[in-house]
Each structure stands twice: as C-alpha cells, then as structure tokens.
C-alpha cells in the first residue's frame, strides 16, 4: 500500500507499563520517528515527567512521558495544543490488548480522540467502542484488520524486473530492531544522495509512514508472498529507488514467529543485514528457548536466499557501553562481516558497505 505523505494528525501514544520494554516497540518507533503523526506524548505512569527519548537512548526528544490521558490531555490543553490520535503503542505476545486499556480507549473517545490500533483484537468491533465513536463522529482504525481478498496479489515473478538494489533487515528475534536499523540505513542512503525506499511490514512501519508495504501478519499465508513481492515492484515502478530496503519480521527460528521465509523467497534480496542482540540467551518471550548461534542463523539464511549477510547490526540491550565495541569486535572476528550499533554509532559505516554493493552490481 502506498501512505499519505502528509501528517494524520496529533498523537498522544498509549504504552503504559510497557515503554522501554520489548513489549513497547511500536511506541519506540513513533518516538524516534514517524511521518504520519506529531507525537505529542506517551503514556507511561512508571515514567511520569520524563522525555520519551531520553529514557529510550538518552537522546532528549522534547516528547514528555505522562501518567494518564487526563494528565496529558490537560498539560496540552493548557499549551494550547489539540490531540486528534490515540495510538495504540504497545506490542504485547500474541498481539492482544490488555482489558484495562479497552477502558483507556474509551476514556480516549470520551475525549474526541480518534484511535489507531495495530494488535490483532480489533477494537472496532467491540460494540461498545463502535458505538461510542459512532456517537462521538471518530474512527477506530484497526491497522491489522485484513484487506479484501480481492485486492490482493498472487506471486507473479515480477520480483525479477526489479533492477534496484534489494537490502532485507532480518533478525536472529523478534522485537529486536530490525525496523529501526532498516529506518537508519534509509536515512543514511539518502544522506548521500541515494534514492532509497523503504517496504514496511508491520503496523509501526505504517503508523511511521512508510510509503509502500504490507502488513504481513494480517494476511492470509497464500498472498504473503505475493504482496510482498508487489510492494517492493510497486516501489520500484513508482518511485524508481536505486536502493530498495526491507523490513524483516519475526527470525527464521523463533518458535512463536518464524518470520523472514516469504521475505527472502519472494522479495528477493540481493544481501542481508542481520540485527541481533547479543545479550538475549532465549527467544523473547520464551524462556527454555534457547536462540541459536549467529554462526548458524547467517549459515541457515545463506542457504535459503543465495546471497550474503554483509553486516550484523547489533542491539545494545542490557549491554555496558564499554561493552558494545568488543561484542562488535569479536562477532567480526567470528563471522567475518563488519558488525555495528547503528543507534551509538550511526549507519555510516554499514553504508558504505551497502555502497560497495551497489558498484559491484554496476550501480553508482
């Protein structure tokens, strides 16, 4: 799908007792980036007066976290500022909404805020809350709510016509920064001029604004790939990228969500950079689930795909500072591709190896 370039609207971001867990990564992702709202703050009581930002990466961020709605509501009120969105930011196992939150959705709609939701309850069809925005003149957006099958595309081989070159954001987790590090090499590649698109697909890549994509967990499995491979054609035919970058989902191996298959059998990619959180001992959310070796996952995604993992992007959680340079340091030395924190470090480094594929390719 392709998304309105132009702001939806003001956003209060809901992800109480979750922000700065893996269980908030959405509200993450709006924090540090979005085209398609103003965040004006997150909802957080254990945070309460802090900057979201500055909790996150310890980059202030001017978006206060605040204890409730009411409490949000009537800070901005006071600076006259207007809030149009109440956006689901939390990511919990399964996808499903916490019963005391329905309450704090209709608090919202009580309020005159439309509500953006990208879990797999759809609130929408909660009598209750349809009925209440009904009344109100608002809209319950339910982000994964699948399309219409008739809109949706069977593999064709397409793929095959696209000349871009194809960057996919895999990871060894899930919930373990593969959007991010994908949002950060766009941001690089276009910092030097390289026209890059970015395929979102999960709801936090649309709630961003990302211009093409699906949303790969609310789609039937027969047009996973199909949609897939007609977001990054549609991609290329439109806006004529000279670096096309995907979002992974899930990890090839995690139990609960073993995602990444359909991206490298029906996006194609020509390399992989692979996100990977060197302090994690099992699958999130699933302890006795040991995560298999970085050796093993780069081995199983070489084999699938054909093409090369060129770089492993590291996620620093529960890492010292002091520690993250000689993790970088010894998975290059372990797997013999360059490995980087690109939220400490920035993407430079890893584009200029995204570069030096482009001019192998023939590419400038």
């Given at each position: 799908?392709?998304?309105?370039?132009?702001?939806?609207?003001?956003?209060?971001?809901?992800?109480?007792?979750?922000?700065?867990?893996?269980?908030?990564?959405?509200?993450?992702?709006?924090?540090?980036?979005?085209?398609?709202?103003?965040?004006?703050?997150?909802?957080?009581?254990?945070?309460?007066?802090?900057?979201?930002?500055?909790?996150?990466?310890?980059?202030?961020?001017?978006?206060?976290?605040?204890?409730?709605?009411?409490?949000?509501?009537e800070q901005f009120r006071a600076q006259?500022?207007?809030?149009?969105?109440?956006?689901?930011?939390?990511?919990?196992?399964?996808?499903?909404?916490?019963?005391?939150?329905?309450?704090?959705?209709?608090?919202?709609?009580?309020?005159?805020?439309?509500?953006?939701?990208?879990?797999?309850?759809?609130?929408?069809?909660?009598?209750?809350?349809?009925?209440?925005?009904r009344k109100k003149g608002l809209h319950?957006?339910?982000?994964?709510?699948?399309?219409?099958?008739?809109?949706?595309?069977?593999?064709?081989?397409?793929?095959?016509?696209?000349?871009?070159?194809?960057?996919?954001?895999?990871?060894?987790?899930?919930?373990?920064?593969?959007?991010?590090?994908?949002?950060?090499?766009?941001?690089?590649?276009?910092?030097?001029?390289?026209?890059?698109?970015?395929?979102?697909?999960?709801?936090?890549?649309?709630?961003?604004?990302?211009?093409?994509?699906?949303?790969?967990?609310?789609?039937?499995?027969?047009?996973?790939?199909?949609?897939?491979?007609?977001?990054?054609?549609?991609?290329?035919?439109?806006?004529?990228?000279?670096?096309?970058?995907?979002?992974?989902?899930?990890?090839?191996?995690?139990?609960?969500?073993?995602?990444?298959?359909?991206?490298?059998?029906?996006?194609?990619?020509?390399?992989?950079?692979?996100?990977?959180?060197?302090?994690?001992?099992?699958?999130?959310?699933?302890?006795?689930?040991?995560?298999?070796?970085?050796?093993?996952?780069?081995?199983?995604?070489?084999?699938?795909?054909?093409?090369?993992?060129?770089?492993?992007?590291?996620?620093?959680?529960?890492?010292?500072?002091?520690?993250?340079?000689?993790?970088?340091?010894?998975?290059?030395?372990?797997?013999?591709?360059?490995?980087?924190?690109?939220?400490?470090?920035?993407?430079?480094?890893?584009?200029?190896t995204l570069i030096s594929l482009n001019?192998?390719?023939?590419?400038?």
């Amino acid at each position: 799908m392709k998304t309105n370039e132009n702001l939806d609207g003001n956003a209060i971001v809901y992800c109480e007792r979750a922000y700065n867990t893996p269980n908030g990564k959405t509200a993450h992702g709006l924090v540090r980036f979005t085209n398609r709202y103003r965040v004006l703050s997150v909802i957080d009581s254990r945070y309460n007066g802090q900057d979201a930002g500055e909790v996150l990466d310890g980059k202030k961020t001017g978006i206060p976290l605040a204890a409730s709605l009411e409490k949000a509501l009537e800070q901005f009120r006071a600076q006259g500022l207007k809030a149009t969105h109440f956006v689901i930011g939390l990511t919990p196992d399964g996808g499903r909404l916490p019963d005391d939150a329905r309450n704090e959705v209709a608090l919202a709609l009580n309020n005159g805020l439309n509500v953006d939701c990208g879990l797999h309850d759809f609130l929408s069809d909660d009598i209750r809350l349809a009925e209440l925005a009904r009344k109100k003149g608002l809209h319950i957006r339910d982000i994964r709510r699948p399309p219409d099958r008739n809109s949706l595309h069977f593999f064709s081989g397409k793929i095959e016509t696209v000349t871009a070159l194809k960057i996919a954001v895999l990871g060894t987790d899930s919930a373990v920064g593969k959007r991010t590090t994908a949002w950060k090499i766009v941001e690089g590649l276009h910092q030097i001029g390289l026209k890059t698109e970015m395929i979102g697909t999960g709801q936090t890549a649309w709630m961003q604004g990302a211009r093409y994509g699906l949303i790969m967990d609310s789609l039937i499995n027969d047009f996973v790939s199909g949609e897939i491979e007609h977001a990054v054609w549609s991609a290329w035919k439109e806006a004529d990228p000279e670096v096309i970058v995907i979002e992974g989902q899930g990890s090839l191996m995690n139990p609960a969500y073993p995602g990444g298959f359909e991206i490298l059998a029906a996006g194609r990619p020509d390399a992989v950079v692979l996100q990977h959180a060197p302090a994690r001992k099992d699958y999130d959310g699933f302890p006795g689930y040991p995560i298999q070796s970085l050796t093993t996952q780069i081995e199983a995604i070489e084999l699938l795909s054909g093409k090369p993992v060129v770089a492993v992007t590291v996620n620093h959680e529960n890492l010292g500072a002091d520690e993250i340079p000689l993790i970088c340091k010894a998975i290059e030395k372990d797997v013999g591709v360059p490995a980087l924190d690109v939220l400490l470090e920035g993407p430079d480094r890893l584009v200029k190896t995204l570069i030096s594929l482009n001019k192998k390719r023939g590419r400038s």
